[in-house]
Structure formats: structure tokens, C-alpha cells
């Protein structure tokens, strides 16, 4: 049973501005970390950025100080606010509600979210 629903993705310029949503039911919400990763058509699953219960946030290199992860207790629902975006930012976007360590154990993903960057 699918236990996320992302969305939020889009075609945008180089340079442009996105925001994820994964929304999730509030017994899971309120226990869990959030994970967003990323696909490649044709590559692995690359981690992006993970946020605790105590909202302490991670990010890949890649994408620090570009991406900023966010959870609203309110609406069950995390954020992945996605600024200057790059020509390599595009791919499908997953949120999984695990942390770091263990996101690539989860089984009920979701659809994810596409985001193309072209110009």
C-alpha cells in the first residue's frame, strides 16, 4: 500500500524554482524521517536530502545551498523547495519516509514527482 503521494514537479528554465510535496498519513508523519531521492532515466537512485522528527536536515553536495527540506506537522506533508535549478536537476523525484540510513530499504513508493530542467 502506497503510503506517499508526491508532487510538485514541473518543466522549468535553468535558474528557476520548484517545490516537492510528499504527503503522507499523519500515524506515519509523526514518527518518521523523510528522505527525498532521485532517478535518472537509466541510473540508480541517488539520495537528495533527509529531515528528522527534530528537523535536523542533510543534503548531497550536490544540491546544498540550492535545495531546502521542510516538514509541516499541520498539514502532514513535507517540502523539498527547490532553488536554482540546474540542467542536472532533472529527474523523478521520491519521498520516502525514512532517514538517511534506511530509505533504500523502504518497499511502497510512490509514483514520484518529475522534474525537467531545459531551457
Known amino acids: 500500500e502506497v503510503q506517499v503521494v508526491e508532487s510538485g514537479g514541473g518543466l522549468v528554465q535553468p535558474g528557476g524554482s520548484l517545490r516537492l510535496s510528499c504527503k503522507t498519513p499523519?500515524?506515519?508523519?509523526?514518527?518518521?524521517?523523510f528522505t527525498w531521492v532521485r532517478q535518472v532515466p537509466g541510473k540508480g537512485l541517488e539520495w537528495v536530502s533527509s529531515i528528522y522528527i527534530d528537523r535536523n536536515t542533510y543534503y548531497a553536495d550536490a544540491v546544498k545551498g540550492r535545495l531546502t527540506i521542510s516538514r509541516d506537522n499541520a498539514k502532514n506533508t513535507v517540502y523539498l523547495q527547490m532553488n536554482s535549478l540546474k540542467l542536472e536537476d532533472t529527474a523523478i523525484y521520491y519521498c520516502?519516509?525514512?532517514?538517511?540510513?534506511?530509505?533504500?530499504?523502504?518497499?511502497?513508493w510512490g509514483q514520484g514527482t518529475q522534474v525537467t530542467v531545459s531551457s
Open positions: 499523519a500515524f506515519i508523519f509523526s514518527v518518521s524521517g
Open positions: 520516502v519516509p525514512r532517514g538517511q540510513s534506511s530509505w533504500d530499504t523502504y518497499t511502497e
